[in-house]
């Protein structure tokens, strides 16, 4: 079996370890017992255990949401581009297949030695959907976008894992709120960029803003770095 078989079968029997034991190296060797995987190998996979498997976990929902946003293209082409947006973090938040597991994840990257890997993950999943959205900020912009789009996408989540709506409807409703105010907030910078007063108050600062540009992708230990991604 190859590493990603290896990681793909562990994942699934993980599934029911994790709301029990968490994404700990306990849910690991649980895993590994009921995949047919010994554990040496199984810690080779995972070297840091059950945080890399939760992040594994994480990457196979960012993939499901690609290929969702990839299937329905023709239908995200005619919606406005505020929709599409929210459309893409209810695929991603969809892709989820059991609250229980976001839920201990949550708890897992809340802890400050876990806290930056979760950071990162969700940085590269709003990457993507930026990305699969055919963003192509070059400037300060796109780091802008990914940080809005980070609190947008972590703030629904949240709601989500406690809402008891009838099919989440309280969700979605949130989550486009949250869209909204992300709207209201680019039509500020668009009116501070036109006022000729506090244009030209802002017109040094802009200018440092401007000579900003994303990293290069593959770039070590960057927000944006993407690891094993899938367009």
């Known amino acids: 079996m190859s590493d990603q078989d290896i ?100 708890t897992l990257f809340a802890l400050p030695q876990h806290a930056p890997d979760g950071a990162r993950a969700i940085w590269r999943t709003c990457d993507r959907i930026w990305t699969a959205l055919g963003d192509t900020a070059d400037d300060v912009n796109w780091y802008t976008k990914r940080a809005t789009l980070s609190g947008v996408y972590s703030s629904t989540l949240l709601y989500w894992l406690g809402d008891n709506s009838p099919e989440y409807a309280a969700t979605w409703d949130f989550l486009d709120r949250r869209i909204e105010d992300v709207m209201q907030f680019e039509k500020v910078k668009a009116q501070v960029r036109d006022n000729r007063v506090l244009g030209g108050l802002l017109a040094g600062p802009m200018a440092v803003l401007g000579k900003i540009r994303p990293p290069r992708r593959g770039v070590a230990d960057m927000p944006g770095r993407h690891g094993g991604d899938h367009h």
């Open 7 to 106: 990681r793909t079968e562990m994942l699934e029997a993980a599934k029911m370890h994790v709301p029990f034991d968490g994404w700990s190296d306990a849910a690991l060797a649980a895993a590994a017992r009921d995949a047919g995987v010994d554990i040496a190998l199984a810690r080779a996979v995972f070297p840091r255990g059950g945080v890399d498997l939760a992040l594994a976990y994480h990457e196979a929902g960012d993939r499901a949401m690609l290929d969702r946003l990839e299937a329905e293209a023709d239908t995200l082409a005619a919606m406005r581009f505020r929709d599409r947006i929210a459309a893409a973090v209810r695929f991603r938040i969809e892709a989820i297949d059991d609250r229980e597991l976001a839920r201990r994840g949550a």
